[in-house]
């Protein structure tokens, strides 16, 4: 492992506001989208799209390619921003969000857009689909690491733990399970409407490394990705403890933002908050 | 008669294909002495996993695969798969265009001794409804090992239900199958007699019983549920006036179903149904009885039709 510079760190804390700028935008114009779980997962999108995957815009499909699903395919806008500014599609491709003559569906289409490894939207079957392409690579072809970002709403889903247990029989150490853990869902906190504490007892129960990190601290999650390569016996799980809607004070650690649309006042604000700190 | 049950065809066809094809690979749920993918796993054992009672997860599995180059032939129990993995394939099979086989094994009231929670009767029904989905359901055991080297060369997501029962030999060895196209067994002009899968032996024994009392019978033999061969169904009912459809399944979305609606578009005619008339079956002591007791009999596709040819001639 390498120690990451401070000029790194800074870039990619500029990648993060950017994913949530855009993020901001897309939800605003389009009005909807789900802002909230978008914003929790932008430092864990810039660290892997703008410095931890090993990947070529220019050839989407090149086989060597790590694979990135997003599981909470909810979030669809923050890896749309992350995807475009990275240069899988021009920018101006995300004001055609949900638009009958763009690429970029409500929900993640690996068919329509360049870049998207896995369709999603109902929760929860990431993890299994990564257990397939960590189970292709055994028998032969090119190598490549897997890695899923998934929510506290995935994990409450039953394919979520199907697919763990299938990860841990054939000890998939391609695969990194980054969970999103924000602790907040649609209805409400996560640990109100279904518990998954203690989730780091039940992840090492069901066979994988468990690292746990502050998902919105950049060096830890750079960290945290450098070290699940590390692990060679078994699939490792990052729980990266989050803040729904992180970066915009009035968002935050709310559930009404798990998929709610700002009105002007409201866009302005949160324009001025992501673009006042980074 | 076979001698051999159609998912024993299937399994061993699977298992010689592999010879052939090194990115095919084999995924059941803990029911490989049932769906006799255990030949596979036995001459293949690296290219066969075993997922456990994990359906829903197996699907994805096989999903992940599929994006990764290898051709999944996902299978456990007809019912179970689309069922319990039903939003899987829509999502991630379907939705996202995956090249994954899906194999329902014990499809129909084939597995008799395990009753109604085990038979498969809207699993067509399921799978028709799922765009980009091929479905598929062969006649014979030839038909079934035929269709192993078709679906794996076919590019895109497919489901085939196959028997857990013996059924009787309809096709020779020479048999060559294409994917979307139906096969026309025997020409005539009064009636139409459209079967699939384990129902196509009792359709000739009932086209054979007509013929013996001097109807004209055209026999149909549908192995491609979807895409369907319209152009020969509507043939056959602008020439005959008179159909039946005769399928181990629902009445609503199988066979019956897909013929209607091409009907529907092309020639309205009359059209009978044998299949299970919206309700569950029972637990029987063998397929045959229990398909017979059931509506699925030779004498009731005869019967059908009679109805059919008589409403013809009363709307003349």
Redesign the interface.
């Known amino acids: 492992m390498h120690a990451h510079t401070d000029s790194l760190i800074s870039e990619l804390q500029e990648r993060a506001r950017q994913i949530r700028l855009d993020t901001l935008d897309m939800v605003y114009r389009r009005q909807a989208g789900h802002p909230g779980g978008s914003f929790s997962a932008a430092e864990i999108l810039a660290a892997l799209y703008f410095h931890h995957l090993k990947i070529d815009p220019t050839n989407p499909r090149w086989?060597e390619r790590d694979r990135f699903i997003l599981s909470k395919g909810h979030a669809a806008a923050a890896l749309y921003a992350a995807l475009a500014r990275r240069g899988y599609f021009p920018v101006e491709d995300l004001a055609k969000w949900g638009h009958l003559d763009g690429h970029l569906q409500g929900h993640p289409?690996?068919?329509k857009t360049p870049g998207v490894?896995?369709?999603?939207?109902?929760l929860g079957?990431g993890l299994?689909?990564?257990?397939?392409?960590?189970?292709?690579?055994?028998?032969g072809?090119p190598r490549y690491h897997i890695y899923v970002l998934m929510s506290d709403g995935c994990m409450q889903s039953?394919?979520a733990w199907?697919?763990a247990?299938?990860a841990a029989?054939?000890r998939c150490h391609e695969v990194t399970v980054i969970m999103d853990y924000n602790d907040v869902q649609l209805d409400g906190a996560a640990h109100d409407i279904m518990p998954l504490e203690p989730l780091i007892d039940k992840w090492k129960a069901f066979g994988f490394a468990v690292l746990e990190i502050n998902g919105h601290n950049l060096r830890q999650v750079l960290d945290a990705l450098d070290e699940a390569l590390e692990i060679h016996s078994m699939p490792t799980v990052i729980l990266a403890h989050t803040t729904k809607g992180k970066g915009v004070s009035f968002m935050e650690n709310t559930a009404l933002w798990h998929g709610a649309v700002p009105n002007s006042e409201q866009y302005a604000q949160a324009r001025a908050e992501l673009l006042g700190g980074v | 008669m076979a001698e051999v049950p159609q998912r024993q065809a299937y399994g061993m066809a699977l298992a010689e294909y592999g010879d052939v094809n090194p990115d095919v690979v084999v995924l059941d749920a803990d029911v490989s002495s049932s769906t006799l993918t255990k030949y596979f796993a036995d001459r293949h054992p690296s290219r066969f996993f075993n997922l456990g009672v994990t359906e829903a997860s197996m699907v994805n599995v096989g999903v992940g695969l599929a994006l990764s180059g290898r051709i999944p032939f996902v299978n456990t129990f007809a019912a179970l798969l689309t069922l319990r993995a039903c939003e899987q394939i829509r999502t991630c099979v379907a939705y996202a265009n995956a090249n994954v086989k899906l194999i329902g094994g014990y499809a129909g009231l084939s597995d008799y001794k395990d009753g109604p929670t085990h038979f498969a009767i809207n699993d067509v029904a399921l799978m028709r409804a799922m765009p980009n989905v091929v479905v598929i359901a062969p006649a014979d055991n030839i038909e079934a090992a035929r269709m192993v080297r078709a679906i794996a060369e076919h590019e895109g997501p497919v489901y085939m239900r196959i028997s857990r029962a013996a059924v009787p030999d309809v096709f020779g060895p020479d048999h060559q199958v294409h994917i979307g196209k139906g096969i026309m067994l025997r020409s005539g002009n009064d009636v139409t007699i459209i079967g699939s899968g384990s129902m196509m032996g009792r359709c000739v024994r009932a086209a054979d019983q007509l013929v013996a009392e001097g109807v004209s019978v055209r026999l149909l033999n549908i192995h491609t549920l979807k895409p369907l061969d319209v152009d020969l169904i509507c043939q056959a009912a602008e020439e005959t006036g008179a159909l039946v459809t005769a399928e181990d399944h629902s009445v609503i979305g199988g066979l019956g179903g897909a013929v209607a609606e091409a009907l529907g578009r092309c020639c309205p005619a009359v059209l009978e149904y044998v299949g299970l008339q919206d309700t569950f079956a029972g637990t029987g002591l063998d397929t045959e009885s229990l398909m017979d007791a059931w509506g699925l009999a030779v004498q009731d596709i005869v019967n059908a039709a009679r109805r059919a040819m008589e409403r013809k001639a009363r709307r003349r």
């Open positions: 086989p289409d690996r068919v490894e896995m369709s999603s939207g109902f079957h299994s689909v990564a257990v397939g392409m960590a189970l292709a690579q055994r028998l072809g039953g394919v199907e697919g247990l299938a029989k054939y």
